[in-house]
């Protein structure tokens, strides 16, 4: 039988609540999870999940992006003015 070692992990504590409450759902402990992890990963020899630069590197980014593709095809621009006021409230 294989011998066993202990890995300590940081994670923000949200992120480990919501993460032990769909594992629980689904019926595997976190340290199923992330067995099944490092298996996948040393079988496929990659992270077994697709790693991507994200598009927008902020809400200030990802909000210009939105007006940008608004612009332009609002009939009047003052609604373009209207819209933008309107995204800078959404957070």
Known sequence: MDT???INVRIETQTKK???DILKKIGLS???AFNMFAKALIQE???PFNITIPKYTSY????EAIINEVDGKLDNPDELL???EAM???E
């Open 4 to 6: 066993q070692t202990t």
């Open 18 to 20: 919501e993460m032990e």
């Open 30 to 32: 976190t340290t199923s």
């Open 45 to 47: 020899r990659r992270i």
């Open 60 to 63: 200030e980014d990802y909000i």
């Open 82 to 84: 209207d819209f933008e």
């Open 88 to 90: 800078k409230g959404i």
